[in-house]
T-cell receptor, first 110, second 115 residues
Framework: AQSVSQHNHHVILSEAASLELGCNYSYGGTVNLFWYVQYPGQHLQLLLK??????LVKGIKGFEAEFIKSKFSFNLRKPSVQWSDTAEYFC????????FGAGTTVTVRA | DARVTQTPRHKVTEMGQEVTMRCQPI?????VFWYRQTMMQGLELLAYFRNRAPLDDSGMPKDRFSAEMPDATLATLKIQPSEPRDSAVYFC?????????????FGNGTRLTVT
């Protein structure tokens, strides 16, 4: 079974700063990778997903992620964050079930 | 816009009482997951169903938790008897995972408080 490791527990940054959240997964063959976002008090929503093809994946709200197979990584990026990006972000890997990382809380200061 | 519906949204109960949480997956989805979210443990997978059959409930305390899908439109998670450590937000998610690459759609969760 896959396992997922997220590097940062809590990230605090100012509006317009760039964001990068690290995610590593354990090797287990073909991987399907996801980033989900959970805004305060809400349920999880899909940001983006990678199955195959172009390793640079673009999602909603200006987010993108890069799959680097050699590093078993799927890092999430956004060039310029907004206050509304304050949320918890989860990396997830799917073999037969969706396994989530511990999550990274992102706080964007206005 | 199809959604996963969970009821109740909030539940406060006393220790020892039975708690039943319900989930209506998106019509046509053949997989249902139950997750528990706490500050300390993050998101934990409790149970996983495909085509109404339980495939994995290894994350669920068997002595007090049970999960069922009586039909394709209803999944239930029951705790009997409940304990304060069960206080958490319980999320149901559904998907169409014939090839494991479809994303899950999450419900709004049931916030359970056991006093």
């Amino acid at each position: 079974a896959q396992s997922v490791s997220q590097h940062n527990h809590h990230v605090i940054l100012s509006e317009a700063a760039s964001l990068e959240l690290g995610c590593n997964y354990s090797y287990g063959g073909t991987v399907n990778l996801f980033w989900y976002v959970q805004y305060p008090g809400q349920h999880l929503q899909l940001l983006l997903k990678y199955f195959s093809g172009d390793p640079l994946v673009k999602g909603i709200k200006g987010f993108e992620a890069e799959f680097i197979k050699s590093k078993f990584s799927f890092n999430l990026r956004k060039p310029s964050v907004q206050w509304s990006d304050t949320a918890e972000y989860f990396c997830a890997v799917n073999d037969y079930k969706l396994s989530f990382g511990a999550g990274t809380t992102v706080t964007v200061r206005a | 816009d199809a959604r996963v519906t969970q009821t109740p949204r909030h539940k406060v109960t006393e220790m020892g009482q039975e708690v039943t949480m319900r989930c209506q997956p998106i019509l046509g989805h053949n997989t249902v997951f139950w997750y528990r979210q706490t500050m300390m443990q993050g998101l934990e997978l409790l149970a996983y169903f495909r085509n109404r059959a339980p495939l994995d409930d290894s994350g669920m305390p068997k002595d007090r938790f049970s999960a069922e899908m009586p039909d394709a439109t209803l999944a239930t998670l029951k705790i009997q008897p409940s304990e304060p450590r069960d206080s958490a937000v319980y999320f149901c998610a559904s998907g169409s995972m014939s090839s494991y690459n479809s994303p899950l759609h999450f419900g709004n969760g049931t916030r359970l408080t056991v006093t």
